[in-house]
């Protein structure tokens, strides 16, 4: 495990890297909006992968409250982490990226107002499960999990459905795209997914020492409580 | 600086940070079960 830890880092670095030099040079400039446009290579692949880390949360969660897997909750936390993480590039490049193109960092748009409240859903998990010290806070904090990820279809679906002031989809929804920019986007897709499995990796194996740490300074103080008590 | 190197270097300042804080607790881990570990002997 040791030694494949930083060869896999490696190889998601190199691959990184090359999903930047295409979204740079490689990826034609987009005519109206000029280079601004490869934005879109960050954004749109950040929104996916925090969509799939939010739907391994919401799995995780319903396995919880139907096993009460102690894997299973730790998948959840660290996915909801994780998920925010890659939710807030979106909401940061998203704004970076309108300045430009509408003239305004923000609107209260349906899209844009869904995917921020998606954002707070999990901030307010990720908040329970860092400072409720009930015993039942993964089942509470599995509950809402459930209910936020109802979230992600409408955040999802806005834009099919809804008239918003967020572009159309690209990919499916009747939207087209040029080739080359869909083979450079699907990359950084793929380069992102390798980037958020090898966090992920790291983070559930932390999560499992932090656990197991816990258990034995409870266990230990437990032991030494009738001495003091003596 | 350009919106897309704003947006850019604003990408890999959230992961950097993300990861930073990963390390920071990797490495209070660690240190803890090294007392554990040093308390067992």
């Given amino acids: 495990m040791k030694r494949i830890f930083p060869i896999l880092g490696l190889l998601t670095a190199v691959f990184l890297s090359y999903a930047l030099y295409l979204a740079l040079v490689v990826a034609p400039t987009e005519q109206t909006m000029g280079d601004v446009q490869r934005i879109f290579y960050y954004h749109v692949p950040s929104a996916w992968t925090a969509f799939v880390l939010f739907f391994i949360n919401f799995a995780a969660s319903v396995t919880y409250l139907l096993r009460r897997s102690a894997k299973a909750d730790i998948v959840a936390l660290v996915s909801a982490e994780i998920g925010v993480v890659f939710c807030t590039v979106v909401l940061v490049t998203g704004p970076i990226w309108a300045r430009p193109v509408w003239g305004i960092w923000w ?3 349906l899209r844009l107002t869904l995917t921020l409240v998606l954002w707070l859903i999990y901030v307010s998990y990720l908040v329970l499960r860092k400072f409720s010290t009930s015993g039942q806070t993964p089942q509470v904090a599995a509950v809402l999990a459930v209910l936020g990820a109802l979230d992600v279809p409408l955040v999802y679906f806005s834009i099919w459905f809804f008239r ?19 083979h450079v986007l699907l990359m950084n897709w793929a380069a ?7 966090v992920f990796w790291s983070r559930y194996r932390l ?15 437990l032991l030494e409580t009738p001495r003091s008590v003596r | 600086m350009s919106y897309l190197h704003a947006a850019y270097a604003a990408t890999w300042i959230i992961h950097i940070i993300y990861v930073g804080i990963l390390v920071g607790q990797y490495s209070r881990v660690r240190r803890e079960i090294q007392e554990i570990n040093n308390k067992g002997r």
């Avoid at chain 1, 992102?192 to 090898?198: D, G, R």
């Avoid at chain 1, 999560?207 to 103080?221: G, I, S």
């Fill in chain 1, 164 to 182: 918003t002031q967020h572009p159309q989809p690209v990919v499916g929804g009747g939207g087209s795209i040029d080739p080359v920019m869909l």
């Fill in chain 1, 192 to 198: 992102f997914s390798c980037f958020a499995a090898l």
């Fill in chain 1, 107 to 109: 609107t209260w748009d």
């Fill in chain 1, 207 to 221: 999560e499992t020492l932090k656990r197991e740490v816990e258990e034995t300074q409870a266990v230990e103080a």
